[in-house]
């Protein structure tokens, strides 16, 4: 049904442009303020297009919203045809985000359906999946994701889908969960530890181990924050220990066996995953792996005996060290924390091996007053980094060092992630490469022009995607 549902707003469009198709040639222009483009046939012409088959010089034809021809140089002449030429700047698919946290309804002075969507689009982003919590109420039930598809609907510039939650409070209730996954949400998301936001509790092995189960029969993704508290008294300490205007402070309060504890107790779960296992068809997926030691042993060790797991980590973590962090700058608050220059290293080098699959912003923004600039106590400031719109070029800049090519950005940022929501990335963008250090200069999303060199679409022309 998915495939049907997608083309419902397509087959709008060109029924309205059938008459004038007929009568006039495929060229002329269309008026429509889901694109900065005035037309809906057009070439994509750059020296650098990432395909499947490598980069190729030529163009990208796209027609009612769909790619319909990849064509090289030497098969294709220009001339006559409605061409958007970049020149050396890259081609390449759009990138999805697994990972954001747009808090709309309920917090959106933190970021709307509007301003992320649109932040989005400046990032090269064309699709996000949104993430169950900050915004409130938490999306943990069927009635509480029709208020997301309310508050996201005709107000989104990119496609949105969603994360449910999976809570103490529907883990063990296996209709509650079905209803939410037969409404459209692309998988769950759990916490093994406080989320930071009171209507979306933390879940244990048992919870996760059910909710497991209900998912195996859908084919669909648990994505968990993989953190155990392990020592109370150290995370609970405040004022009367180490100073809070220090980076290392925090950093202290949530050591990597916080994560591996974390895994270790997944991966008691996840075996149930293989073939032939009780909970096959499901997967899980560890987000945001901040530890490139013990936790990420623990998960290729999981890979290796066969369960059905991916890990992603952050641009943050990929780009910055504890060491540079400044005192009070409470910006680069975030859980897991950011770890040493060491650790970064092996985080770079743990996804150029490919033991560390995809990439996602975890986009995760509030307002000025809650991340206490002023006062810059790191133990009290909100955790959750602002990304969406810089995750490309962030990527790209740092990896640089590491060797990094356009075909791994793709794959990282493009197919990995397609994968894990189920998603097929019809979209594209470009940004220039290689002589620059790389910004994002155009989005299409299905083939609408929606963000060009800091100008974005009139309407909102996003897609819904919701599970079928
Ligand atoms: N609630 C929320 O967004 N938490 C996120 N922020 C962060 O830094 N890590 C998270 O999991
Ligand atoms: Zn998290
Ligand atoms: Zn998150």
């Not at 029924?15 to 040639?25: G, R, V």
């Not at 890259?90 to 309804?105: K, N, S």
């Not at 598809?149 to 496609?159: G, L, P, Q, T, Y």
Request: hydrophobic share 40%; charged share 20%; aromatic share 10%.
């Amino acid at each position: 049904m998915d495939w049907q549902w997608k083309l419902l707003p397509l087959l709008t469009l060109l029924a309205s442009f059938l008459f004038l198709y007929y009568i006039q040639d495929s060229f002329k222009p269309f008026q429509s303020d889901c694109s900065l483009l005035p037309y809906s046939h057009y070439w994509i012409a750059s020296k650098h297009i990432v395909t499947p088959q490598g980069i190729i010089s030529g163009a990208v034809e796209v027609k009612g919203g769909n790619i319909i021809s990849i064509v090289k140089d030497k098969d294709w002449n220009g001339k006559s045809k409605q061409v958007v030429d970049y020149g050396y700047a890259v081609v390449m698919p759009g990138l999805i985000d697994v990972h954001a946290h747009l808090d709309d309804p309920g917090r959106a002075e933190w970021e709307g359906f509007p301003s992320g969507t649109k932040a989005a689009a400046a990032g090269g982003i064309t699709t996000l999946i949104d993430m169950p919590l900050n915004s409130f109420p938490s999306t943990v039930s069927t009635e509480t994701l029709k208020l997301k598809i309310e508050a996201a609907e005709k107000r989104i510039f990119v496609d949105v889908g969603f994360w449910g939650g999976l809570v103490p409070g529907n883990a063990f209730n296996a209709t509650a969960l079905e209803g939410l996954l037969n409404a459209g949400v692309l998988g769950l998301k759990s916490f093994m530890c406080p989320s930071g936001i009171n209507d979306f509790p933390m879940t244990d092995a048992n919870h996760i181990k059910a909710g497991l189960s209900v998912l195996a029969k859908y084919r669909r993704p648990l994505l968990v924050h993989s953190e155990i508290q392990q020592d109370v008294e150290s995370y609970l300490q405040d004022e009367d220990g180490d100073d809070p205007r220090l980076y290392s402070t925090y950093l202290k309060t949530r050591p990597p066996s916080w994560e591996e504890a974390a895994i270790r107790e997944l991966l008691t779960v996840t075996k149930d995953t293989r073939i032939g296992g009780p909970a096959e068809g499901a997967h899980l997926h560890v987000v945001h792996l901040s530890d490139a030691s013990s936790s990420l042993d623990l998960i290729k060790e999981a890979k290796r005996r066969g369960d059905s797991i991916t890990v992603e980590t952050c641009p943050h973590y990929l780009a910055f060290s504890a060491e540079e962090i400044p005192d009070g700058d409470t910006r680069f608050k975030c859980a897991p924390p950011i770890r040493d220059a060491a650790n970064k290293e092996n985080l770079w080098n743990a996804l150029m091996e490919g033991h560390i699959d995809m990439l996602s912003s975890d986009h995760s923004p509030t307002v000025p007053e809650l991340k206490l600039l002023n006062d810059g106590n790191f133990l009290r400031a909100w955790g959750g980094i602002s990304s969406i719109q810089f995750v490309l070029p962030v990527t790209w800049s740092y990896g640089r060092k590491f060797g990094v090519t356009l075909e791994q950005l793709a794959l990282w940022w493009s197919e990995r992630p397609a994968k894990l929501a189920q998603q097929h990335s019809k979209s594209i963008s470009a940004y220039i490469g290689k002589r620059l250090s790389g910004k994002v200069l155009a989005t299409f999303v299905r083939g609408n022009l929606v963000y060009n060199e800091g100008n974005h679409a009139a309407a909102a022309c996003g897609a819904l995607i919701l599970a079928t």
